[in-house]
Structure formats: C-alpha cells, structure tokens
C-alpha cells in the first residue's frame, strides 16, 4: 500500500521537466517575445535575450528549485529550512511570502485574460468577426470589456478549472494536465503554423522577426530581453521551489531547467510564426498583449480562409498555456497555506481560489467604462498590477533569491543538491548567481523601463 507519509513527487523527471514548461509557456511566449523581438533589434535581440536566460534566469531558477528539493513545497518553510540549516536569519522568509504574493497577483490577471481567450474561442468558432473591418473588431473589444458579467463568468470557469486541477494534486492534476497541455500546445501550434505559410506573409515576418536591425538594438533592447527572459521562465513566484520539491531524488538540475529553457524559447519562437504571418497577411501593424490577441488577431483571422476554425485554435490555445501558467502560479500559495495553517489541499485551493477571483472581479471592474481606462497601462488595475508583478515583485524577489542562496547559504548544502552536475557547472552556476545575476536585475530594476509582462 502506497505510504500516505511519503512525499508527494511527480512521476518522473519528464514530468517535472514538463511542469516547468508548461508554465513557463505563457501569455509572454504569445504575445509578447515576438514583438519585442521585432521592436529591439530582431536577431540581436534574440541573440541577447538567449543570453541573459541562460545566464541569468536559468541560475534563478536553479536557486528556486534546489531551495525546494532542500526545504519542501512550500516558499515560506522552504527558505526558514534552508535558513536554519545555514544557521540565518529567518528574515528571509519574507522573501517566500513575497513570492506568494506576486503569485496572487498575477494569477488574477491570468484569468481574466484567459477568460477572455475562452470567450473569444466562442465568438471565433461562430464566425463573429468574419468579414469585419478592424474598427468593427476593436469595437467589439470595447464593448465586450464594459460587460462585466460575461467576463467574470468566463474567468470563474477558468479558474475552477484551474483550481480542480489543483485539488486533484501533484500526480492526478498537475501531473496528467501538463502530459496532456504539452503535446496539444505543440499540435495547435503546428496546425497553426501550417495555416500561416498556407494564408499567411511569411516573408514579412521573416523580415520582422529575425533580420537583424542594429538601429533598433541598445542598451534597453537588453534591458527588455533580461525582464522578458525572468518572465518567461517563470522564476520570483515560487514555482521553482513548488516544483522543485515535488522532483524525483537525485535528478540534474541544471540540465533539468536547460531543457525547459530551450522548450521555452523554441515555442516562443514557433508561436511568433504563428501570429506574425497572419498578422502580416493584413497589411496590419504589429502590436503586443491585448491589442495583438483581442484586435489584430480576430480581425486578421476574420478576413482568411477557413478563419473560423483557424482563429478558434488560437483562443484554445491562449487558454491551455495560460492554464499550465495558473497552475503554476497557485501551486506554491496552496502549498503554503497547506503548510502553515496545516489545511487540507481542498480547503486550501479554496481559499487561495477566493482570494484571486475577487481579486480578478476587482480587475474587471476597473476595465469598465468611466473607471480610467484609456487604454491597457493606464490607470486600470490590469495595468497597475502587471507593472507591479512583471516591473517591482518579481525582479525584486529573483534579486533576493540570488543573494540568498547565492551569499547565505552554505555552498556544502547546495553542491549536494546539485551533486548530479559536474564541479565545472557548479562553480559557474555559482559565479553567476553571486555576481552577475544580482548586478544585472539591479540595474533592469533601476532602468525607468516601460514595458512590463501582459
Ligand atoms: N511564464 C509565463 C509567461 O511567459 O507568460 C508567466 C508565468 C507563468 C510566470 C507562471 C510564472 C509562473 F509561475
């Protein structure tokens, strides 16, 4: 009989290896690192944003996830564990908390998006936007966002779905889900991409994407790739350490984030000829975040063949990378809650549940007409939160997770969480955790940069 005391692991390591790249492939991989790419400098922008997640994100993230093998599941006991056992402060469990807050936040703009993707599925598949001119589309837009009530419907499936899934736990939820996400992910981007260089401009996007523009590359096109590269991997909200602890004893780490990392960047890629074609298709200007998917894209899709069907894949699959993401995201405050006020997993995802939909209600509510909106980044609380999660909260806790396993902790611990990577890996991974990570997010944190994650 299985031990009801035994930890909770996934069942192997490609399934932790998948968990991380399901949530790493999110609402950045889509609508976001394909047009900064073509906006900073396209191939040198690309070339610099590889750089700086493997040599900056990827070692967080390793940090993250040893600090959970460490210390368990839960941010909080995770970093008092790995403290005590390197005789310091427990000060820094604010970081955890700090952590699961950031986690909050962004999950509640998770699900307004995604409900926003579902409901869009709906409109594509019964062929609204067929035939549309785009200030027809961008009307819509509009008008669906002063609707609250169909909105929150939509996002209070998503997130029961997201919830569910967490009630279920590491092996029967999280597990089976991203068996199952990864390899739809990577069809409907197939068949999407089959459908771009079938109707699609490639050649537009080819040139958008990848030449190589040195007028637009500078010192903010790295500063943009360092932000873009913590966000997509997912590090600073406590997935690494959730995830971590539930990995299989003894696996290499380093190589284990390697592979999300390339997973990552190889869907954003894959995803950027996906939209980019179609966009291009009609001679539309290229834009991010709501605009691309909730304006250009419907619009470019109304006017294609077969645009129905083609456009309702692409709000599927909006949806699914954004529930890999919301897992990931509520796993860590679950397991916190879970272990700090000793709840069951059900009574803890409701909770935590609770919170993040009045949380997205409250989202919702500031999208209405007369509330300040003028356009996304204003004064709008989408807006304000993303600026605080992907600008202030983030960063902030990568930095001090790098100082904390990077300075504090001590070095005999974390050699033998890692004793699976060579001596060579160690050192290096420990140089860049000690000194170049700390600099680099320092100094993305100071830029007065305006791009933030959604
Ligand atoms: N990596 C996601 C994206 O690119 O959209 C964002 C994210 C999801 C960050 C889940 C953290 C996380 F736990």
Same mark, same amino acid.
């Given at each position: 009989?299985?031990?009801?005391?035994?930890?909770?692991?996934?069942?192997?390591?490609?399934?932790?290896?998948?968990?991380?790249?399901?949530?790493?492939?999110?609402?950045?991989?889509?609508?976001r690192?394909?047009?900064?790419?073509?906006?900073?400098?396209?191939?040198?922008?690309?070339i610099?944003?590889?750089?700086?997640?493997?040599?900056?994100?990827?070692?967080?993230?390793?940090?993250?996830?040893?600090?959970?093998?460490?210390?368990?599941?839960?941010?909080?006991?995770?970093?008092?564990?790995?403290?005590?056992?390197?005789l310091?402060?427990?000060?820094?469990?604010?970081?955890?908390?700090?952590?699961?807050?950031?986690?909050?936040?962004?999950?509640?703009?998770?699900?307004?998006?995604?409900g926003?993707?579902?409901?869009?599925?709906?409109?594509?598949?019964?062929?609204?936007?067929?035939?549309?001119?785009?200030?027809?589309?961008?009307?819509h837009?509009?008008?669906?966002?002063?609707?609250?009530?169909?909105?929150?419907?939509?996002?209070?499936?998503?997130?029961?779905?997201?919830?569910?899934?967490?009630?279920?736990?590491? #092996?029967?939820?999280?597990? %089976?889900? @991203?068996?199952?996400? &990864?390899? /739809? !992910? *990577? +069809?409907? $981007? =197939?068949?999407?991409?089959?459908?771009?260089?079938?109707?699609?401009?490639?050649?537009?996007?080819?040139?958008?994407?990848?030449?190589?523009?040195?007028?637009?590359?500078?010192?903010?096109?790295?500063l943009?790739?360092?932000?873009?590269?913590?966000?997509?991997l997912?590090?600073?909200?406590?997935?690494?350490?959730?995830?971590?602890?539930?990995?299989?004893?003894?696996?290499?780490?380093? #190589?284990?984030?390697?592979? %999300?990392? @390339?997973?990552?960047s &190889?869907? /954003? !890629? *894959? +995803?950027? $000829? =996906?939209?980019?074609?179609?966009?291009?298709?009609?001679?539309?200007?290229?834009?991010?975040?709501?605009?691309?998917?909730?304006?250009?894209?419907?619009?470019?899709?109304?006017?294609?063949?077969?645009?129905?069907?083609?456009?309702?894949?692409?709000?599927?699959?909006?949806?699914?990378?954004?529930?890999?993401?919301?897992?990931?995201?509520?796993?860590?405050?679950?397991?916190?809650?879970?272990q700090?006020?000793?709840?069951?997993?059900?009574?803890?995802?409701?909770?935590?549940?609770?919170?993040?939909?009045?949380?997205?209600?409250?989202?919702?509510?500031?999208?209405?007409?007369?509330?300040?909106?003028?356009?996304?980044?204003?004064?709008?609380?989408?807006?304000?939160?993303?600026?605080?999660?992907?600008?202030?909260?983030?960063?902030?806790?990568?930095?001090?997770?790098?100082?904390?396993?990077?300075?504090?902790?001590?070095?005999?611990?974390?050699?033998?969480?890692?004793?699976?990577?060579?001596?060579?890996?160690?050192?290096?991974?420990?140089?860049?955790?000690?000194?170049?990570?700390p600099?680099?997010?320092?100094?993305?944190?100071?830029?007065?940069?305006?791009?933030?994650?959604?």
């Open positions: 009989m299985a031990d009801p005391n035994a930890p909770v692991r996934w069942g192997s390591r490609t399934t932790f290896v998948l968990a991380l790249s399901a949530s790493a492939v999110g609402l950045g991989n889509l609508w690192f394909s047009y900064l790419s073509g906006e900073y400098g396209g191939g040198a922008f690309v610099s944003y590889v750089l700086c997640l493997f040599l900056i994100a990827a070692p967080v993230m390793v940090a993250e996830v040893v600090l959970g093998r460490y210390g368990g599941s839960s941010p909080v006991a995770a970093i008092r564990r790995a403290c005590d056992g390197s310091r402060s427990r000060g820094w469990t604010l970081v955890g908390a700090l952590a699961c807050l950031t986690s909050v936040l962004m999950l509640s703009l998770y699900i307004v998006v995604a926003w993707g579902m409901a869009y599925a709906g409109f594509m598949q019964a062929g609204v936007f067929s035939a549309a001119r785009a200030a027809e589309v961008g009307e837009f509009a008008q669906f966002l002063a609707e609250p009530m169909q909105q929150v419907y939509w996002q209070s499936l998503f997130l029961l779905v997201a919830s569910g899934i967490i009630v279920l736990g590491v #092996r029967r939820g999280l597990g %089976v889900l @991203v068996w199952l996400a &990864v390899p /739809a !992910l *990577l +069809a409907m $981007l =197939a068949f999407l991409i089959k459908y771009g260089f079938d109707y699609g401009d490639i050649a537009a996007t080819r040139n958008f994407l990848f030449s190589t523009r040195l007028v637009d590359f500078s010192g903010e096109s790295v943009v790739a360092l932000g873009h590269a913590l966000f997509t997912g590090v600073g909200v406590g997935t690494g350490i959730s995830y971590g602890a539930y990995a299989p004893q003894r696996i290499p780490i380093g #190589r284990s984030i390697f592979a %999300v990392a @390339v997973f990552d &190889v869907l /954003a !890629l *894959l +995803a950027g $000829l =996906a939209i980019f074609p179609i966009v291009f298709a009609n001679n539309m200007e290229p834009n991010a975040g709501p605009g691309l998917l909730f304006i250009s894209l419907p619009y470019a899709f109304g006017n294609l063949m077969q645009g129905e069907l083609a456009g309702a894949v692409f709000f599927l699959l909006v949806v699914l990378a954004a529930l890999g993401s919301a897992v990931a995201l509520m796993e860590p405050v679950v397991a916190m809650l879970m700090l006020a000793r709840l069951e997993r059900f009574t803890a995802a409701l909770i935590v549940g609770a919170v993040v939909w009045l949380l997205g209600l409250a989202v919702v509510m500031s999208l209405q007409p007369g509330q300040g909106w003028a356009g996304f980044g204003e004064r709008n609380l989408l807006g304000v939160f993303d600026m605080l999660t992907a600008r202030i909260l983030l960063p902030l806790v990568a930095l001090l997770v790098t100082l904390l396993v990077g300075w504090r902790l001590r070095p005999e611990i974390l050699r033998l969480e890692l004793a699976r990577e060579s001596a060579l890996f160690f050192s290096l991974w420990r140089f860049l955790l000690r000194y170049i990570a600099l680099a997010i320092a100094l993305l944190m100071l830029a007065p940069l305006r791009a933030g994650g959604v």
